[in-house]
């Protein structure tokens, strides 16, 4: 029996995107039987529920560049602090999106706890815009730029002023679809970006182990945040914004399982899992299994 426990936080939030329906995959993913399968390999399971989070039909866009800047920053001070009190319990954070705009809580919490982290950033996006760079105003497109100081500060000033990730050991993997002023932000820091042309020349396992080596550098352990649309649509069709081309189903298994063999890994985001777009909760049934691998459960 493992001795320490995963805490899960539910954050049933689509206010980062123009696409409804995220905001059902906390939901999707505890169907698929999530808890019950961590508790099968061995682990404490608290499920803590889901923030409260309102629905985009009951507010207004004031900024059409930073779409429901308002309630997004509400959302994730809660985060934060669920977040942060969990790892000082001792407890690992597992939080279940929602768009990926919940990252901007879940390393503010990380920050604030205390804890030196590395950042495994899975994602077909560089995530890394602002409301100057933006094309669409959605907040799910900026919390790694948010984490590194980088747009509004009702956002940035969440868990406090500081920067929440080291560029150095941040890494994001999996990218085939960024923006142009986004890319060059990204090659101006010094955040390491694999995309999926380096997967395909290099493999998975070599990447992932490059990843696992900067973000555990001079870290206490390492947070990982996986969007499901670094996933090919062909294997993960329920997502919010889909992209061809992206990692196959055990290339992303291999991959949480070189995680898991580190023993470094203290939180985890789940993201961007679309019901609505999805066949027979297949793409939440995926996720929920990447999970289990990525917190030790193996073939044989």
């Known amino acids: 029996m493992n001795g320490r426990v995963i805490r899960i936080i539910g954050v049933p939030i689509d206010l980062g995107a123009d696409r409804r329906g995220v905001d059902m995959g906390p939901s999707?993913?505890?169907?698929?039987?999530?808890?019950?399968?961590?508790?099968?390999?061995?682990?404490?399971?608290?499920?803590?529920?889901?923030?409260?989070v309102p629905i985009p039909e009951t507010r207004e866009i004031n900024n059409k560049l930073l779409k429901y800047l308002e309630e997004i920053?509400?959302?994730?001070?809660?985060?934060?602090?669920?977040?942060?009190?969990v790892i000082k319990e001792g407890g690992v954070p597992l939080i279940l999106g929602g768009d990926h705009s919940l990252g901007i809580g879940s390393l503010a919490g990380l920050a604030l706890s205390g804890r030196r982290f590395g950042l495994i950033w899975f994602d077909t996006h560089g995530d890394y815009n602002s409301s100057v760079t933006t094309n669409s105003g959605n907040i799910h497109g900026m919390p790694l730029a948010v984490a590194n100081g980088i747009g509004a500060k009702e956002l940035t000033s969440i868990g406090g002023e500081q920067k929440k990730i080291r560029e150095e050991n941040t890494v994001i993997i999996g990218a085939r679809d960024m923006d142009p002023e986004e890319r060059e932000m990204l090659r101006r820091s010094k955040i390491t970006v694999f995309t999926m042309n380096d997967i395909d020349q290099r493999g998975m396992k070599e990447v992932v182990h490059e990843a696992i080596r900067r973000a555990s550098l001079e870290t206490d352990g390492i947070h990982v945040s996986f969007d499901l649309d670094v996933i090919d649509p062909l294997e993960a069709p329920g997502v919010g914004t889909p992209v061809a081309g992206g990692i196959t189903y055990r290339e992303a298994h291999l991959a949480m399982e070189l995680i898991a063999e580190t023993?470094?890994?203290?939180?985890?985001?789940?993201?961007?899992?679309?019901?609505?777009?999805?066949?027979?909760?297949?793409?939440a049934e995926l996720a929920v299994g990447l999970i289990c691998s990525a917190f030790g459960k193996r073939i044989y």
């Open 28 to 52: 999707a993913m505890r169907y698929a039987g999530l808890n019950a399968e961590l508790l099968r390999l061995g682990w404490k399971v608290e499920d803590l529920g889901n923030l409260e």
């Open 73 to 85: 920053a509400k959302v994730n001070e809660q985060l934060h602090l669920k977040v942060a009190e």
């Open 263 to 283: 023993g470094l890994l203290i939180s985890m985001d789940m993201v961007e899992v679309n019901p609505i777009l999805d066949y027979k909760n297949k793409t």
